[in-house]
């Protein structure tokens, strides 16, 4: 019987909990699963692939569809630095002169927006009804987000996914337990004013994010850039 390699196990912290899971690096079965995902370009399919990776690699108990699309992001780019390492190539172009430039990022750099600085997810909508928000599980984009209509119809799906639970007078409504279609409608019941502050909280929710700065090789412009979500990573 041939051997069997071991791999090391390291530590890193959920970022929606901060608690302490045990992971090991992602071996090249798991990576196939990856590449192939990436080659079809299709959301879904890399979604998939990222999480069927995670829930092979963390050896702590863990439940994957309560964890929130910054914590599923932020722990598979950790997982990634420490199985192909922690430098990655990019090709952003110049701002100025759309040059496309090689540039190296550190993933041990990359960070969770928003994370000390949460507000408070209570939004008082009339005298009567409030409702509290939660931050969006990788489970809700897959059945909410995922080949929507118009861009409207997303984001009152994601809005719907967000709110966890609503108060109207001294009844308490967890939405997890009403059917999707009544939240759906309670939503676009709201009007325009109460719409936007539930959007205003939504988008201040953490996100994974990493400050890409380089010169242009070619017109020597200093560029700076944002990279946030998943997808910017692995462009």
Excluded at 133 to 145: F, G, S
């Amino acid at each position: 019987m041939l051997p069997k390699m071991v791999t090391p196990k390291y530590d890193m912290i959920v970022p929606s909990t901060g608690k302490s899971i045990t992971y090991r690096p992602y071996v090249v079965k798991e990576e196939k699963l990856l590449l192939i995902a990436m080659e079809s370009q299709d959301e879904k399919q890399i979604e998939n692939a990222v999480m069927n990776i995670i829930e092979e690699c963390i050896e702590s108990p863990l439940d994957i569809n309560t964890l929130t699309n910054f914590d599923v992001e932020f722990m598979f780019v950790t997982l990634r630095a420490k199985s192909v390492g922690e430098g990655i190539k990019l090709s952003p172009n110049c701002a100025s002169c759309e040059e496309t430039n090689e540039v190296k990022l550190d993933l041990d750099e990359v960070t969770v927006k928003n994370l000390k600085d949460q507000t408070d997810t209570m939004i008082k909508l009339t005298d009567d009804i409030s409702v509290e928000l939660q931050w969006p599980t990788m489970k809700h984009r897959h059945i909410d987000l995922v080949d929507e209509a118009s861009e409207t119809e997303t984001i009152i799906n994601m809005m719907a996914s967000t709110i966890g639970t609503i108060y109207s007078g001294e009844e308490i409504y967890v939405t997890a337990d009403v059917p999707k279609k009544e939240v759906k409608e309670f939503v676009e019941s709201l009007s325009n004013e109460q719409f936007n502050q539930v959007v205003d909280v939504m988008a201040k929710a953490p996100y994974l994010s990493y400050d890409l700065n380089f010169d242009c090789k070619k017109c020597g412009e200093s560029n700076s850039i944002e990279l946030n979500g998943l997808s910017d990573f692995f462009q």
